[in-house]
């Protein structure tokens, strides 16, 4: 089975962190689009390891790499 990711992506720390999993590509893609809405508001932010809050900069649905583990505390429907 092939399992899709959404996520957020900051580029002043350089990470992308993972929201939820799915293995409905479209779904992703659908829920996606609102995320990105909220991202582009700076309504989702970041909170770093040093206290601040950082705001995304953007969102992408991909494939998981062969191999590549989910993270168990991110959403998967």
Known sequence: M???TIELYDKD????????????AKEL???????????KKDMIVRHCSDGTKEPYDSVRVRQ????EE???????F
């Open 2 to 4: 092939t399992i899709y």
């Open 13 to 24: 720390n350089d990470i992308y962190e993972p929201l939820a999993y799915s293995s409905d």
């Open 29 to 39: 893609m659908l829920r996606g689009r609102l995320i990105e809405y909220l991202v």
């Open 64 to 67: 998981l790499d062969y191999g």
């Open 70 to 76: 989910l993270d168990k505390k991110k959403f998967f």
